[in-house]
């Protein structure tokens, strides 16, 4: 139409509009008008790329061998309220700990979305929208995302690392329309939380990620200004 694509419901002829995931692949379909969008655009305060077939160009990878399969894990879907960020609270990497997850998700009862580490790379366990099982039963339910960082002594791979964890959080904030404000408020005032945020205002003993944050400098200003702004 008009040298566009639009997406139309099969059931009631409705245009869609918003994110649409297919497949591992996200596109946008245009809030005012429906059509695909291509090319480059600000969407919720996040800066996006999609090719000209409309699949948005990721500016970080997902490896997928660790991902749950159908069946796995929570078969709740998330209210779109909080983006939470974790560490590992362990020495170890991103790979070691989504194999963790996968692994054990039936007997420990604990993943979460996202691991990323090991050099900028993420590895998806649990499926972007899915209720996970990392910060208690409140906060899981109002997280359509949570991101485990893995740890490292090794400056140049944290910086990887980081880059990509933020990047990461303001992608998945920007489609599920979660401000990007760090921390802000209390129980129920939407935007990216810590763990540790979490354990203050809602449940748990969590103090993450800032303790293996400042071990590189990072303190929780930076942190913020870098997801309101990007990297």
């Known amino acids: ?24 692949d996200w596109y946008y379909y245009n809030q005012q008008n429906g059509q695909l969008q291509t090319g480059s655009a600000v ?23 660790y991902a749950l399969p159908a069946g796995k894990g929570d078969d ?3 209210a779109n309220n909080y983006i939470i960020l974790h560490d590992v609270g362990v020495e170890s990497g991103a790979a070691a700990n989504a194999r963790y997850f996968h692994d054990t998700v039936d007997t420990n009862e604990a993943y979460v979305t996202f691991v990323v580490g090991d050099g900028g790379k993420v ?18 339910h109002n997280a359509p995302v949570q991101i485990e960082l893995g ?24 489609k599920y329309g ?22 203050k205002n809602i449940w748990g003993d969590h103090v993450d ?3 293996y944050l400042s071990r590189f400098g990072v303190t ?3 942190l913020a200004h870098d997801l309101l702004y990007g990297v």
């Open 43 to 65: 969407i919720n305060g996040v800066g996006y790329n999609f090719d000209g077939n409309g699949k948005q160009i990721l500016n970080y990878s997902i490896d997928y061998r």
């Open 220 to 222: 929780q200003a930076k």
């Open 76 to 78: 709740e879907t998330a």
């Open 123 to 140: 590895y998806q366990v649990g499926r972007p929208g899915q209720v996970s099982w990392g910060a208690g039963r409140v906060a899981n």
């Open 209 to 211: 990620p800032y303790g």
């Open 1 to 24: 139409m008009d040298g566009h694509w639009y997406l139309f419901n099969t059931f009631d002829g409705a245009m869609y509009k918003g994110w649409l995931m297919s497949g591992n």
């Open 178 to 199: 979660i401000p990007l404000t760090l921390d802000a408020g209390g129980a129920g005032t939407r935007g990216i939380k810590s763990h540790y945020w979490v354990t």
């Open 151 to 174: 740890r490292t002594y090794n400056s140049g791979q944290f910086w990887q690392d980081y880059v990509t964890y933020v990047r990461l959080a303001r992608d998945m904030a920007g």
